[in-house]
């Protein structure tokens, strides 16, 4: 805001203020203690006093800060060494000879740096287009739309978050983008949901025996949580109409067993069911753990079930395709080999695709199309909050698993610095000295010389040849091909190796008792949901368990992410977290949420926005679900535009 400025002598120490200065003399030194390090610092002065501003770190301010030059500095007031100084603060030059409407007098907007671009370029060339084409833009929210809930018009709202005339009037441009943005986000969300209404389904049966057997053959009883879900699934699966539900819950909260469940009342009446995962890693272990439990419950029928991964040998693969094809295979678990053409099924009734993160939109909405309208199961481990799941996912019927399995034991978190290295490594011999197992995990595989990190390769080396000589340690990342991956984890979990150095691909699914450790180096590196889901892989039994976080993060928010591991251990306070932290349009991109980066509305703080817009489309559908009507004809055209992907889907019949 530079309709007012505050003169030197009217700053006051810790508020965040504007001035407009003469820069008097600058300087820059070497810190004394690490010579690599700069500080920059520039008396300036105006009409009232005269003010120290200092930069770190930022060498090549020298060459702007010259004596005489004019500056508005944006920045934190603090005392130093008993005066009162900037530090780091916000600048820009004034040119004395250039025009300063955009620039000095109003609220101004800041721009991400652009190379070789600065502030008042943006501005002028920013101002030149909305000037010259503002006006000519067609507004696809239709005029009693936009009446009903008070908001500005596009050109006028662009114009507005741009240069705003008042604060008040950029606060409304903020909330019309917004609201257009949550608007236009859950619209096709609202036409499937719709479209599915009258979409005649499968009525399963439902009192099933086979799921009631397989739940009775089960060598644990079902968290209250898992009974619950258990309940709204069934009653779905016995509507006529096709479940479209998304499962929520916690890494380890026991999401598959009652995926299979599930997968029981589909067989129960000759259906085939699809169970769809990111990895081969993931597939394999569903495979053996689902034969296991089914090979266990004494069921009144056999039940067949097959895996299919793209590593499958052609002759086995043809074999497969032929017993899916004639219905042999009841239960079929897979990777994204489940999508192609060759892939046919007599009788599928029950798709599950499991950590629905990780699958585009067009990839989620693949696989039931080998069906007739199948009931659809979507599973997550990276919850988000209940509100937001439901407005969110507006085409979805949200159940949430909030219990872990009687038994378990909370994963005790610590974070540590490098500087106690060798007490984690002590640790780690204590651990696997008692007969349990610990996973080492980098976020890089080879040595970077760019960037200062310990890589996974070199650490291997140094833990098998030196730290850890006496262990077995092994090695697993992305870039092994599948067989040698999946032997490595075979011989971790069957105890020969003790130690496993690994990079994320152990963040979906990996599942072994017994071990109790984990520990993620340069742990800063990573987001916050994804050390939550790394810190997933121990914790599976009754075994006490541990995670240590290593980490000499000096960022806010690398620290705000790692003060929350450590006090959070709730997977759905952990995704709230990581939600402010992150902010919106990072945590709803577009491989996180599939359908678009949100990168002005921010649904923890306008909820009621986000509610309001999903009002919205179902009022608009109700009246016009093709979009038909001439006040809809632009809206329709700019879902064309947006997602092309849904032109069949959402937008014809």
């Keep these: 805001d530079r309709t007012k400025f505050s003169l030197i002598s009217q700053l006051v120490e810790g508020g965040e203020q504007t001035i407009k200065v003469n820069v008097l003399v600058c300087g820059q030194r070497k810190s004394w203690r690490r010579r690599s390090f700069s500080i920059t610092e520039a008396i300036v002065e105006d009409s009232s006093a005269r003010l120290s501003c200092v930069w770190f770190n930022q060498p090549y301010l020298k060459q702007y800060l010259k004596p005489g030059v004019g500056l508005i500095l944006y920045g934190k007031v603090e005392r130093y060494a008993g005066k009162i100084q900037m530090t780091n603060p916000e600048f820009e030059i004034v040119s004395p000879d250039a025009d300063q409407s955009l620039n000095i007098g109003r609220i101004v907007p800041v721009y991400p740096a652009v190379a070789g671009l600065g502030q008042r370029s943006l501005r002028r060339m920013i101002k030149e287009c909305l000037d010259k084409y503002g006006s000519k833009l067609e507004d696809f929210l239709p005029y009693d739309l936009r009446s009903r809930n008070q908001l500005l018009n596009l050109s006028e709202s662009l114009a507005n978050i741009h240069f705003p005339e008042t604060e008040l009037k950029r606060k409304d441009a903020y909330t019309r983008l917004a609201f257009?943005?949550?608007?236009?986000?859950?619209?096709?969300?609202?036409?499937?949901?719709?479209?599915?209404?009258?979409?005649?389904?499968?009525?399963?049966?439902?009192?099933?025996?086979?799921?009631?057997?397989?739940?009775?053959?089960?060598?644990?009883?079902?968290?209250?949580?898992?009974?619950?879900?258990?309940?709204?699934?069934?009653?779905?699966?016995?509507?006529?109409?096709?479940?479209?539900?998304?499962?929520?819950?916690?890494?380890?909260?026991?999401?598959?067993?009652?995926?299979?469940?599930?997968g029981m009342i589909a067989i129960d009446g000759n259906y085939q069911v699809a169970f769809m995962v990111p990895t081969e890693i993931l597939a394999q272990q569903h495979y053996e753990k689902i034969k296991f439990q089914i090979s266990n419950s004494r069921l009144p029928r056999e039940i067949k079930v097959g895996l299919l991964t793209g590593s499958l040998k052609e002759p086995d693969k043809k074999k497969l395709l032929a017993e899916i094809k004639s219905g042999e295979i009841d239960l079929l678990i897979g990777t994204h080999a489940l999508l192609e053409g060759n892939v046919e099924f007599r009788s599928l009734g029950l798709v599950v695709i499991d950590e629905q993160h990780r699958f585009g939109v067009a990839q989620r909405a693949k696989l039931p199309q080998k069906a007739k309208h199948p009931d659809v199961l979507i599973m997550t481990a990276t919850p988000i909050p209940r509100t937001l799941a439901i407005t969110l996912y507006a085409d979805l019927d949200v159940s949430e698993i909030t219990e872990m399995p009687i038994g378990r034991k909370p994963i005790k978190t610590a974070w540590i610095t490098s500087f106690k290295r060798e007490w984690l490594y002590e640790f780690i011999r204590k651990t696997v000295s008692q007969g349990r197992q610990v996973y080492v995990v980098y976020p890089i595989i080879e040595e970077s010389f760019a960037l200062d990190l310990l890589s996974a390769k070199k650490m291997y080396a140094e833990f098998r040849e030196n730290v850890f000589k006496e262990f077995n340690v092994g090695l697993i990342h992305g870039k092994?091909?599948?067989?040698?991956?999946?032997?490595?984890?075979?011989?971790?979990?069957?105890?020969?190796?003790?130690?496993?150095?690994?990079?994320?691909?152990?963040?979906?699914?990996?599942?072994?008792?017994?071990?109790?450790?984990?520990?993620?180096?340069?742990?800063?590196?990573?987001?916050?949901?994804?050390?939550?889901?790394?810190?997933?892989?121990?914790?599976?039994?009754?075994?006490?368990?541990?995670?240590?976080?290593v980490s000499d993060a000096a960022g806010a928010d690398a620290k705000a992410r790692l003060a929350s591991l450590v006090k959070y251990i709730d997977g759905f306070k952990i995704a709230e977290q990581d939600l402010k932290i992150r902010g919106p349009g990072d945590y709803f991109g577009t491989r996180q949420h599939g359908l678009t980066g949100l990168r002005i509305g921010n649904p923890l703080t306008q909820m009621q926005l986000l509610k309001k817009a999903k009002e919205e489309t179902i009022r608009i559908l109700d009246l016009d679900p093709r979009l038909e009507s001439k006040p809809n004809l632009a809206l329709k055209e700019k879902l064309r535009q947006r997602f092309p992907e849904y032109e069949k889907m959402i937008l014809v019949g």
Excluded at 189 to 203: E, H, V
Excluded at 213 to 239: R, Y
Excluded at 527 to 532: A, D, E, K, V, Y
């Design 480 to 549: 092994l091909k599948q067989k040698e991956q999946d032997r490595i984890m075979s011989e971790f979990k069957s105890c020969k190796l003790q130690i496993l150095i690994a990079t994320t691909v152990l963040e979906v699914g990996i599942d072994v008792a017994n071990a109790t450790l984990m520990v993620i180096e340069e742990a800063h590196r990573f987001g916050l949901s994804q050390l939550h889901q790394l810190r997933g892989r121990v914790g599976r039994s009754e075994l006490e368990s541990f995670c240590v976080v």
């Design 180 to 262: 257009e943005e949550f608007f236009i986000f859950q619209l096709p969300l609202a036409i499937r949901k719709f479209k599915k209404k009258d979409s005649p389904g499968i009525a399963h049966k439902a009192d099933a025996k086979l799921a009631r057997e397989f739940i009775k053959a089960l060598p644990f009883e079902l968290t209250d949580s898992q009974k619950q879900v258990v309940k709204e699934i069934t009653a779905d699966m016995a509507s006529p109409q096709p479940m479209q539900r998304l499962l929520q819950g916690d890494v380890g909260s026991g999401k598959t067993v009652v995926a299979t469940i599930a």
